[in-house]
Nanobody, 121 residues
Framework: EVQLQAFGGGWVQTGGSLRLSCAAS????????IGWFRQVPGKERERVAC????????MYARSVKGRFTISTDIAKNTVYLQMNTLKPEDTAVYYC??????????????WGKGTLVTVSS
């Protein structure tokens, strides 16, 4: 059974940093695409960052590029999202997701429960 569990959400002031972690089980971690999404109530879920399964390359949403960094620790089966220079518009529930094939959208195969990030102005 595949399980993804995200940690690390919380409250931070504008300009601050947070690091999210997502522990995965039931997957061959270096053979999957894995990433982070976020969602604000009333809006569509947005892909924030993802690492592809084919070459391990990272991709970022334009709104977070240069501020967020996705990384993996294969030994720990964990993916991280380092979030720096946070803005109020980064406030959302953040989800990790994985897929055997590609960094897709909301059609990625496996999802963890979300963790809330709140950035105060």
């Amino acid at each position: 059974e595949v399980q993804l569990q995200a940690f690390g959400g919380g409250w931070v002031q504008t300009g601050g940093s947070l690091r999210l972690s997502c522990a995965a089980s039931g997957l061959i971690f270096d053979d999957i695409a894995i990433g982070w999404f976020r969602q604000v109530p009333g809006k569509e879920r947005e892909r924030v960052a993802c690492i592809g399964s084919s070459d391990g390359s990272s991709m970022y949403a334009r709104s977070v590029k240069g501020r967020f960094t996705i990384s993996t620790d294969i030994a720990k089966n964990t993916v991280y999202l380092q979030m720096n220079t946070l803005k109020p518009e980064d406030t959302a529930v953040y989800y990790c997701a994985a897929d055997p094939d590609t960094c897709g959208g909301v059609d990625m195969a496996y999802w963890g429960k979300g963790t809330l990030v709140t950035v105060s102005s």
